[in-house]
């Protein structure tokens, strides 16, 4: 395993532990609002404390970026990307369906990730170029070809509600074609189960760095593709991200152009 690697497995399991036992006990939560439908909690930015310390044990010099404490400056030439609670909403309500993500870019590509759900303790893991792991073992993104055949995942634009009809349009394209859609909440989990082959495809737009950056990096080494809306290569700048098998990744495209 990539010494990397295994300390972002150490800090999502201490990250995951944090959160646990805030799941358990909901009480002093301490939510806050971010803006219209996005919340933090107390847990949130103790578990991100918890990942940039447990890194910055083994390497003090790289950089940061955090969705609860925005950028540690640092060397840029590595840098971590950390959502410590993605599904922040479902945690709250107590919705047992959440993650942590830990991404590391190295020169500005994606080189490391992790995505821990602690409540199942599934942790999802990748090395560019070494292929993508749920607990160990090697696991591949579907290869299927229909939409008739699907699984696929989405969220809906909560955040940014005055886009619905925009978004209606093509989910009402992709539906009827579609076997099932759902929508979880937790865009690190969506894609760490397209990577290991539950889901067969997902789309999503006004998505952060934080939400997918771990998530793009296990489709990819899982012999998935990834994309933006127009069928680019930077989902991460555009906000706006496919991913799947390749056939069902440019049939989505082709609704969502």
């Known amino acids: 395993?990539?010494?990397?690697?295994?300390?972002?497995?150490?800090?999502?399991?201490?990250?995951?532990?944090?959160?646990?036992?805030?799941?358990?006990?909901?009480?002093?939560?301490?939510?806050?609002?971010?803006?219209?439908?996005?919340?933090?909690?107390?847990?949130?930015?103790?578990?991100?404390?918890?990942?940039?310390?447990?890194?910055?044990?083994?390497y003090p010099e790289h950089s940061f970026v955090g969705e609860e404490g925005g950028v540690v400056e640092g060397d840029?030439?590595?840098?971590?990307?950390?959502?410590?609670?993605?599904?922040?909403?479902?945690?709250?309500?107590?919705?047992?369906?959440?993650?942590?993500?830990?991404?590391?870019?190295?020169?500005?590509?994606l080189d490391q990730a992790v995505v821990f759900?602690?409540?199942?303790?599934?942790?999802?893991?990748?090395?560019?170029?070494?292929?993508?792991?749920?607990?160990?073992?090697?696991?591949?993104?579907?290869?299927a070809k229909e939409l008739s055949q699907t699984i696929l995942a989405t969220a809906?634009?909560?955040?940014?509600?005055?886009?619905?009809?925009?978004?209606?349009?093509?989910?009402?394209?992709?539906?009827?074609?579609?076997?099932d859609i759902r929508r979880s909440g937790s865009a690190a989990l969506d894609l760490a189960y397209v990577a290991a082959g539950r889901y067969d495809g997902y789309w999503e737009r006004g998505i952060k760095p934080w939400d997918i950056a771990a998530g793009e990096l296990l489709v990819r080494e899982s012999g998935g593709l990834v994309t933006d809306f127009a069928g680019g290569n930077d989902p991460m700048h555009k906000g706006e991200i496919v991913a799947g098998s390749p056939k069902i990744v440019q049939t989505l495209v082709k609704h969502l152009k």
């Open 1 to 58: 395993m990539h010494p990397m690697l295994n300390i972002a497995i150490r800090a999502a399991r201490t990250a995951g532990n944090i959160i646990v036992k805030g799941f358990e006990n909901q009480t002093d939560l301490m939510t806050e609002a971010k803006g219209d439908n996005d919340y933090v909690t107390r847990i949130d930015k103790e578990a991100e404390q918890a990942i940039i310390h447990k890194i910055k044990q083994s």
């Open 76 to 109: 840029n030439d590595f840098k971590w990307i950390i959502d410590p609670l993605d599904g922040t909403t479902n945690f709250i309500k107590g919705i047992p369906h959440f993650a942590v993500s830990i991404a590391l870019m190295h020169k500005g590509r």
């Open 117 to 143: 759900d602690p409540l199942r303790g599934e942790l999802f893991t990748a090395s560019k170029g070494a292929g993508a792991q749920l607990n160990g073992f090697r696991i591949r993104a579907s290869k």
């Open 156 to 179: 809906f634009p909560f955040k940014a509600k005055d886009t619905l009809p925009e978004y209606q349009q093509s989910f009402s394209k992709i539906f009827m074609q579609a076997g």
